[in-house]
Every structure is written in structure tokens, then in C-alpha cells.
């Protein structure tokens, strides 16, 4: 199984590192692990929508090379004002683009996900208690991600591990708890349902890639 992994963290040593390390520590030794860190790519945000295409930086490529040959994804990240960082949202501005990760349709509402054959998990952490992020927010961030991102794309399924409260000494009470979790997850990815790969976005990516060469 390809497994990549995100870090969507601004900086580095931080939580999401540290809990990406223990899901890597729970694959079995016949994975391929690609990880990444967000913060390390060099890319320009969106300067506009998708009617007009902005070409892919060359490690942006290099990420969507990776995404297209992996079996399962796995993105850490701060849940900040009840979404991910910016500089994560960025990113999936410009990688998940039309041609690569779907097609809407020219005649009806409804659209084709290019990147199904593939599963996710989500681990998020935060300080906000994950009672209350049920109750009183109805898990909007995985959510989103699950059905409007990720989903979106034909990724599925969409795990979410939501982990906090981070402050007032959350981490050192339940570092180890958490690591078991996603220890058990990363053991548990291979056995997923996951559809048949398409190669749609392969074929983008090799288009994308000849006329990055070229400039």
C-alpha cells in the first residue's frame, strides 16, 4: 500500500508532526510512505478561479504525482477558527484543480471525481472539546472535508480522528492515549474499501508536467 501523508501545519515540530510519526509507526513494513509538508512547497496562492487555469509549480506536480499513486492519504493539521490553515487551504486551492482531481458536468448540476480508488484520514487537532465540536457544531470541519473536499474528489472513505483539547496540559494527559489511536488506524488502513483507480489524473499530471518542463 502507497500511503502519503501530509503535514499541514505551518510550522515545523509541531503536534501534527509528532502524531503523523506515530500513524507511520503503526504501518505495516510492506507501505510506501511519501510525507509532506505543506510549509516546504514553493507555490503561489490562487490568483483566480478555475476559468482561468493557473500552471502548477513544480512541486506541486511533484505532490500530485504522489497523490495520484498513493492508496491512502493521510493529512494532519490545527484546527484554526474551525478550519484548517491557511497556507493548507491554499494548497488544496491550487492542487485539487479540474482535469486532476474531477470534471463538473457541461449539461447537469453534478460532476466526476477523478481521484476515487483512494481513502483518507483526517487528523485534526484542536482545542475545542470533541463533545461539544459534535453537539454544538455537528463536526462541520470533517464534514466538509468528508463530503465536500475529499469526497468531492471520489476519495473515500474519509476517517476522522479529532484530537483535543490541546491547551491547558491536553497533550500531556492524553499523548499516549492518542498515539494508540492512530497507531490502531494506520494498522486498519489496508483493509479499507477503496473503488478502482481511473487514469485521468495521471493523464493530467503528465500533461501538466511536460509543459512545466518546458518553461
Given at each position: 500500500m502507497r500511503v502519503l501523508m501530509i503535514d499541514g501545519h505551518p510550522d515545523a515540530g509541531r503536534l501534527s508532526q509528532t502524531l503523523l510519526e506515530s500513524y507511520a509507526a503503526g504501518l505495516g513494513a510492506d507501505c510506501v510512505i511519501t510525507t509532506i509538508a505543506v510549509r516546504d512547497l514553493e507555490f503561489a496562492d490562487a490568483k483566480w478561479g478555475f476559468a482561468r487555469p493557473q500552471p502548477w509549480e513544480r512541486?506541486?506536480?511533484?505532490?500530485?504525482?504522489?497523490?495520484?499513486?498513493c492508496d491512502h492519504l493521510v493529512i494532519a493539521f490545527p484546527m484554526w477558527w474551525g478550519a484548517e490553515p491557511a497556507i493548507l487551504k491554499a494548497f488544496i486551492d491550487r492542487l485539487l484543480m479540474p482535469g486532476f482531481a474531477f470534471n463538473q458536468h457541461k449539461d447537469d448540476p453534478w460532476w466526476d471525481g477523478h481521484l476515487k480508488g483512494r481513502s483518507a484520514d483526517l487528523i485534526v487537532t484542536m482545542d475545542t472539546p470533541r463533545l461539544f465540536l459534535k453537539l454544538a457544531y455537528?463536526?462541520?470541519?470533517?464534514?466538509?472535508w468528508?463530503?465536500?473536499?475529499l469526497g468531492y474528489c471520489g476519495?473515500?472513505?474519509?476517517?476522522f480522528f479529532p484530537l483535543g483539547p490541546v491547551r491547558?496540559?491536553?497533550?500531556?494527559?492524553?499523548?499516549?492515549?492518542?498515539?494508540?489511536?492512530?497507531?490502531a488506524a494506520a494498522g486498519s488502513a489496508a483493509s479499507l474499501t477503496r473503488g478502482s483507480k481511473t487514469d485521468i489524473a495521471d493523464a493530467y499530471i503528465h500533461k501538466i508536467a511536460g509543459e512545466t518542463n518546458r518553461e
Open positions: 512541486d506541486l506536480v511533484r505532490v500530485a504525482e504522489a497523490l495520484a499513486a455537528g463536526n462541520a470541519i470533517w464534514r466538509r468528508k463530503g465536500q473536499v476519495i473515500r472513505p474519509v476517517r491547558q496540559g491536553g497533550v500531556e494527559r492524553n499523548l499516549a492515549k492518542w498515539r494508540r489511536t492512530l497507531v
